[in-house]
């Protein structure tokens, strides 16, 4: 039984990052009820729809293609539920959670220890220019690409392209960059949650292509994974890189502040915020990333400044695709033109 925290204190500032850490404790236990509900209302539909998708082949291709599409949104709640494992924040018990992660990966094509490896550095180093490049999207200072050279900063305009990063992007990342860990490739535990990982898919995909050819593996398969990737990738660019986001050098880099003040808080209708499993409370994920994702509208509801903290609509997101630089005098994530004009 998961208990009540008592809100009845003082709430700090809400710049006060570490005071909010003590507060976010009170909600970190899990329920196993609920984990275990919110596993098979996600999983049980997955794997119906995919049931339904394949037995409409024999009727209509565009429905078959339709009923993918809408199955992508649980296959991205089943990634959302994997994260929360691997945080160990969706059961008690370490054991349970990872193991549940880890056959949610052959799903999700990501090798859970791996990923679980690296989305552990990108909390504990997001928001640091000095520790970039692993499990983040890479982010240079108006300086630093000012100082590249053109063939160098024509590479980095073509990455962070809208095209690049959310059309390309998700589907090398998770069919092929996921079947291997590099980066990782030193330690046995990486390397065998990589193997395993590819040797379920393949199996699942050999299944599917004996019983029933190639159809099911282009109109379900692919359209739903490619649809998830790309919501994913872009559900995590907008939890970071917005205008207001918060960068520091190494030096003056402080963990509790860019977890709080460098993560956004995405507001979304109520059937997305389902689907993406409350993820766009990211501010708050960022600085107590033990709290249950089903705990996370707790916490909006007990602490008004927590949830006006950050605040971004989804009109307001897709300006965030324009932004690409971070200018360190204004403290602010910047276009292309206007690093120019700061350059003029």
């Not at 394949?54 to 089943?78: C, D, G, K």
Request: hydrophobic letters at 45%.
């Amino acid at each position: 039984m998961t208990i009540a925290p008592d809100v009845s204190e003082a709430q700090p500032d809400v710049a006060d990052a570490r005071q909010w850490v003590r507060i976010l404790a009170e909600y970190r236990e899990p329920s196993t009820w609920r984990s275990c509900t919110e596993l098979l209302i996600t999983i049980g539909p997955f794997i119906l729809l995919w049931a339904i998708a394949w037995w409409s082949l024999s009727y209509s291709y565009w429905l078959t293609f339709a009923i993918s599409l809408f199955n992508a949104a649980f296959l991205l709640r089943l990634f959302a539920i994997q994260h929360d494992c691997g945080h160990g924040a969706f059961f008690s018990s370490r054991n349970t959670s990872d193991w549940i992660g880890r056959m949610i990966g052959v799903l999700t094509l990501t090798p859970y220890d791996v990923w679980r490896r690296a989305h552990s550095i990108h909390h504990n180093s997001s928001g640091n220019l000095g520790r970039r490049g692993m499990g983040d999207i890479n982010t240079l200072t108006v300086a630093e690409y000012r100082d590249l050279s053109m063939k160098k900063r024509l590479l980095y305009r073509l990455y962070r392209h809208p095209i690049i990063l959310f059309g390309l992007g998700p589907g090398y990342l998770f069919l092929l960059q996921n079947r291997l860990p590099l980066g990782f490739m030193a330690t046995g535990k990486y390397w065998l949650s990589a193997m395993s990982t590819n040797a379920g898919i393949f199996a699942g995909l050999a299944a599917i292509m004996y019983f029933g050819g190639l159809m099911p593996i282009l109109l379900i398969f692919l359209p739903s994974t490619l649809l998830a990737a790309t919501a994913g990738v872009w559900l995590f660019y907008v939890q970071h890189q917005f205008e207001t986001t918060h960068w520091d050098d190494d030096a003056d880099w402080q963990l509790h502040d860019a977890a709080l003040h460098g993560s956004s808080h995405y507001v979304m209708p109520a059937v997305l915020q389902w689907f993406t499993a409350n993820i766009g409370i990211h501010h708050v994920h960022h600085l107590y990333s033990r709290i249950p994702f089903y705990r996370l509208p707790e916490v909006l509801r007990d602490h008004d400044a927590l949830a006006e903290g950050s605040r971004m609509t989804i009109r307001e997101s897709f300006a965030n695709a324009r932004l690409h630089l971070w200018d360190e005098d204004s403290r602010t994530l910047v276009s292309f033109s206007k690093a120019r004009a700061l350059s003029a």
